[in-house]
């Protein structure tokens, strides 16, 4: 680990002196970019105020709309493959709650009353329900902003490990106009997307949005219909801009989703119960390393559906800006699970959903722009309410028993789970010109947390109950104050550089194990960032870097637990975590219309004080302290200590290359073609488990278009994963009946995907 991370200081350091070396004025540059075409300014609102890209004294990438069309992904979520030291969970997809994770950090657990690690925040409002997919989908985003570091000074809800930002286009009152997008590509890839905007008068203007996307999965179930993998959503949003002065707005948003998907895990590998292992001695195919079946006989969807409204109003008192969201949103999800994955009813249904609302009202205060002292402030409220319920049944007792005539039987019974978050915080952040090249950085926050959770079992009429599960009833609270305090140094206009110390925390949260409450203490984290941000050859390149270091106190983690009745992934504190490393981005016009790009990162995300179950199958050691081993004076329990070991899900190298390049052809006529090369290290599923390692890979997207110069049409040819490489993540099987065997989800994005894309605009 430390050689490692020698050589990506190295590469910082290396990094930061060819920029200050290429940053300053030589009129050697200036004569060799003359005649090239600059590259445009991006400008971003991560500071809550519209900005430079390169004036931003924090480590943020920004990914347009366009650059997202065009890289052929499908969902917004697969911005990891276009911003660095960011991953999305593959083995949790979207429409089973999956996340982001930032520098290798992320939520650690499915439990779905705990805070996300990573804020997802769509159009100002903080999207904190689990299997809300936020934007997922929608093709009228303007950009997505991805902010690394602890940022609660900055918005709302607290995020310890960076926010996701997205911001869709807003209505216009001075045109009429639209496009639409329609896609057909292999499996029975379908993908229909189209925008309308209509200025309804002088001040108001209306703007609608809607996608739908389906696609086969590529993995067949042998016993019955469909495929792992299968896809259906769609989508609608709304938003009205009234605009009676210069001086006020008012922006109405609604948006309503509905998904599907079918993303049952598959066999990895049999374990150990040989009466559950002959269930496949009739398949001329058994499950294995390289078989890509599904064996279940039951079904395994997960039906969701989203509404939201929130209403944004914008107020200019002076040079001041005085901002006010108000949102609500609600999700339904409905999850059918054949959780034995074999060909016999052993647990056919287990039938599970939740019922979540969620309100925020966020009021903000900014000070004009280019003044000596600059401030954001704001004052946040966040309520949540979940309700969750799961009843798993079936003919196990048959199986377990061998006896024909044993009744069908329930586990435990039908639970009731329900949780509730009430937020509150007043936040804020300043910059201070000393003079014209020195900014002082200073930032503020209190956060006052409510976290409460109730478990009610109850039988289920015409089945026996197997195995009990005590009811539980408790609440938690917890109370901080973070900040942020740093310096920012600008020489000139195509050199910045800046160092920060940022505090964060995450709030408290419940867990509870054969009925008795555990209360998991806040997450909080302290971390420390130094950046470079410059503009090379007279405008032609951007090269960013920053090189940071976090320590996570109380880190909120999931563990296997093997202590409980049935296997269980449990949320518990893991001491201390460290995350460190180092990212790089640049961005090179070489000629007009040929446009070079990448960045890389190295992130060691690891645990320094974390002691939880043993993985399945971790040997034991004869001494106390070291690996998995016996806890002295106990019968039987057992413990790994993890210091030192990588987090699951987080890879230590990733990289990515693009180029895009577009060219006239005469008659008003244009050639384009773009290529996406996106790597990363192997990462665990499982943390130490060496059988639950997702292997490096990379992934390859292209397309080649024709069209018009004016976008008033394009014909194209586009590939997703063209190299068709396989990848995904694998974990123990929490059915009992397959005891030390391994399962695995795979994203359909692991399957190679070609088709054909035809946008017209008015």
């Not at 496009?179 to 292999?186: I, Q, R, T, V």
């Not at 329900?418 to 002082?440: C, I, P, R, V």
């Not at 270091?549 to 518990?572: E, K, N, V």
């Not at 645990?607 to 019968?635: F, R």
């Amino acid at each position: 680990m430390r050689k490692s991370y020698g050589r990506a200081a190295w590469l910082a350091a290396t990094g930061v002196a060819t920029v200050l070396a290429m940053a300053m004025p030589a009129s050697a540059q200036d004569a060799a970019g003359a005649n090239a075409t600059q590259l445009g300014e991006v400008v971003v609102t991560a500071t809550r105020r519209a900005q430079r890209l390169q004036d931003v004294p924090v480590s943020v990438t920004a990914v347009s709309g366009e650059t997202l069309e065009k890289s052929n992904f499908r969902e917004v979520s697969d911005l990891q493959y276009l911003a660095p030291n960011v991953t999305f969970s593959s083995t949790n997809p979207v429409a089973n709650g999956g996340g982001y994770q930032v520098r290798g950090v992320g939520t650690q657990t499915y439990d779905s009353g705990v805070e996300q690690t990573v804020g997802l925040v769509v159009d100002g409002v903080v999207i904190g329900l689990p299997r809300d997919p936020g934007a997922t989908g929608f093709a009228d985003v303007e950009r997505v902003e991805v902010l690394r570091g602890p940022q609660g000074t900055l918005f709302g809800k607290n995020a310890s490990a960076g926010v996701i930002q997205i911001i869709s286009r807003n209505p216009r009152l001075d045109e009429f106009s639209g496009d639409a997008s329609l896609s057909y590509g292999e499996r029975n890839e379908q993908i229909a997307r189209g925008v309308v905007n209509m200025p309804l008068s002088s001040t108001l203007a209306a703007r609608i949005s809607g996608f739908y996307t389906a696609q086969d999965g590529a993995i067949p179930y042998v016993n019955h219909g469909g495929h792992v993998g299968d896809r259906d959503n769609k989508g609608v949003r709304g938003k009205l801009l009234w605009q009676p002065t210069d001086d006020l707005s008012f922006v109405l948003t609604a948006d309503y989703q509905e998904g599907f998907a079918r993303d049952s895990p598959i066999i990895k590998s049999l374990g150990v119960n040989p009466r559950y292992n002959a269930l496949f001695d009739a398949y001329a195919v058994k499950p294995g390393e390289n078989t890509f079946l599904a064996y279940d006989d039951g079904d395994w969807i997960a039906n969701t559906k989203v509404q939201g409204i929130s209403l944004q109003a914008n107020y200019s008192l002076g040079d001041y800006t005085l901002t006010s969201i108000t949102a609500y949103r609600k999700s339904e999800m409905s999850q059918l699970s054949d959780i034995d994955h074999s060909p016999l009813n052993i647990f056919n249904f287990s039938d599970g959903g939740m019922d979540n609302d969620q309100f925020t009202q966020e009021f903000r205060i900014a000070s004009p722009s280019g003044q000596r002292l600059e401030y954001v402030a704001g004052l946040f409220y966040f309520k949540t309410n979940i309700n969750g319920w799961t009843t798993q049944k079936g003919d196990f007792l048959k199986f377990v028993t061998g006896n024909p005539l044993a009744p069908q039987a329930v586990l435990y019974g039908e639970r009731l789970q329900h949780s509730a978050t009430e937020s509150y915080a007043a936040y804020g952040q300043a910059t201070y010109a000393l003079n014209d090249q020195f900014k002082l950085i200073g930032g503020l926050r209190y956060t006052n947390d409510t976290t409460s959770g109730s478990l009610k079992v109850n039988p289920v009429a015409g089945y026996f109950t197997y195995g009990t599960l005590l009811p539980y009833d408790g609440e938690v609270s917890a109370d901080n104050v973070s900040g942020r305090a740093g310096v920012q140094y600008t020489p000139n206009r195509n050199l910045m550089v800046y160092g920060t110390y940022s505090t964060g925390y995450k709030g408290p949260a419940i867990d509870s194990v054969s009925g008795v409450v555990q209360r998991v203490k806040p997450e909080t984290v302290e971390s420390y960032e130094v950046g470079v941000k410059s503009t090379l050859l007279n405008g032609r390149m951007i090269l960013n870097g920053a090189l940071y270091t976090a320590d996570y106190t109380d880190f909120q983690a999931q563990a296997l637990d093997l202590t409980s009745a049935t296997p269980r992934l449990g949320l518990t504190n893991a001491g201390l975590m460290r995350s460190r490393g180092v990212e790089l981005e640049a961005s090179f016009r070489l000629i007009k219309g040929l446009t070079f790009g990448g960045s890389a990162a190295y992130s060691d995300a690891t645990y320094k004080d974390y002691s939880g179950p043993c993985y399945t199958g971790q040997p034991v050691s004869t001494v106390v302290g070291q690996g998995c081993y016996k806890v002295p004076g106990s019968a039987d329990t057992f413990v790994a200590n993890y210091a030192g070991q990588r987090l699951a899900g987080a890879p230590e190298w990733s990289y990515n290359l693009n180029i895009a390049y577009e060219r006239s052809v005469g008659a008003g006529l244009q050639i384009d073609a773009s290529a996406n090369w996106a790597w990363r290290d192997d990462a665990y599923a499982i943390t130490a488990d060496p059988r639950s390692v997702t292997d490096a890979y990379g992934m390859l997207n292209a397309n080649i278009g024709f069209g018009r110069e004016d976008g008033s049409w394009r014909l194209s040819l586009y590939a997703r994963n063209l190299l068709d490489q396989m990848f995904y993540g694998a974990y123990p099987s929490l059915s009992l009946f397959n005891a030390g065997g391994y399962e695995r989800v795979i994203s359909p994005d692991a399957f190679r995907t070609v088709g054909m894309n035809l946008t017209v605009a008015f």
